[in-house]
């Protein structure tokens, strides 16, 4: 096996490679190699974006893409073909020592991926890596029939209150530390949507929480199905414990009815019990275990 980095030129490869992963993965949109290199032609010059290829006698078999960021490495993707997914090609794939060298000061390397390849996690260990946190993925299947008539609660959409840095703070301080993962960039992205899905929740005009919500049409179509994505769900502290959490996700699961929506999915972390039992309650059910893995070591 060989390891082989991409460039401009032959980045097609890596294309074919991901469209494949595509059919297999919902989280992998497919794309052409004109949109990829408009979307990210400058981060591969500037060597921010970084592809590998792994071949086996001259067919490309599999690929990492890595993303360089604030002194850390993510790997955003990483697949190899069904017939090669042995511990020799996912260990060849996460060998880092011959691509980052010793004038980049990195502090780690991350990877999200689903626990259901035991290969690529022994090579993850072989590696250095540590589970850090683990998120469920669950799904609710929907039907035509709204849960919740009676909601009482105000609502504004993010697009209407405008202003970002409340916002991002208000989203702050509904959510424990460790778990929020936005940036104020993201945010202001998020409030330029002019859609129903991404809300903030009031009681007596008191703000109590918010969620965020979507709808990939790009992704569902790839799918061939019908789904609402519930991102982020985050309630006040002094409002808690008070079945507001409920009411939202109730009133965002008839919205994505109203939209024909036919399933309802969601993440929650392994640790989190009260919200895992919260979805069990409102329909939901386990789908896959997700793991944050995480190497501080190089």
């Known amino acids: 096996m060989d390891k082989e980095q991409l460039n401009e030129s032959n980045i097609g490869r890596f294309i074919t490679l991901n469209n494949q992963l595509s059919y297999i993965d919902p989280y992998v949109l497919k794309k052409t190699k004109e949109i990829f290199l408009e979307e990210n032609q400058y981060k591969l010059k500037k060597g921010n974006l970084l592809i590998f290829v792994l071949t086996h006698k001259k067919e490309d078999i599999g690929f990492i893409k890595f993303q360089c960021k604030n002194k850390n490495i993510f790997i955003d993707k990483l697949f190899v073909k069904k017939n090669y997914r042995d511990f020799e090609a996912y260990e060849m794939l996460l060998n880092i020592n011959d691509i980052f060298t010793e004038n980049r000061n990195f502090k780690s390397i991350k990877y999200i991926g689903v626990n259901d390849k035991p290969r690529l996690i022994d090579a993850l260990k072989f590696h ?144 989190n019990e009260v919200a895992y039992k919260i979805y069990k309650k409102l329909g939901f059910s386990k789908v896959k275990s997700i793991g944050h893995w995480i190497n501080r070591s190089f």
């Open 128 to 271: 250095g890596f540590f589970m850090e946190k683990e998120h469920i993925q669950m799904e609710k299947i929907l039907s035509d029939k709204h849960e919740n008539k009676n909601f009482d609660l105000f609502k504004k959409s993010f697009h209407e209150v405008k202003d970002k840095k409340w916002i991002y703070n208000f989203m702050k301080e509904c959510m424990i530390p460790v778990k929020f993962n936005y940036s104020y960039e993201e945010i202001i992205q998020i409030t330029k949507d002019s859609d129903d899905l991404k809300l903030i929740f009031y009681k007596e005009n008191k703000p109590l929480g918010f969620i965020i919500a979507h709808i990939n049409e790009q992704r569902n179509k790839q799918q061939n199905k019908k789904v609402i994505y519930i991102e982020e769900v985050g309630i006040f502290k002094r409002f808690r414990n008070k079945g507001y959490g409920k009411q939202i996700i109730k009133f965002i699961i008839n919205k994505g009815e109203d939209k024909g929506m036919e399933l309802a999915r969601l993440h929650v972390y392994r640790d």
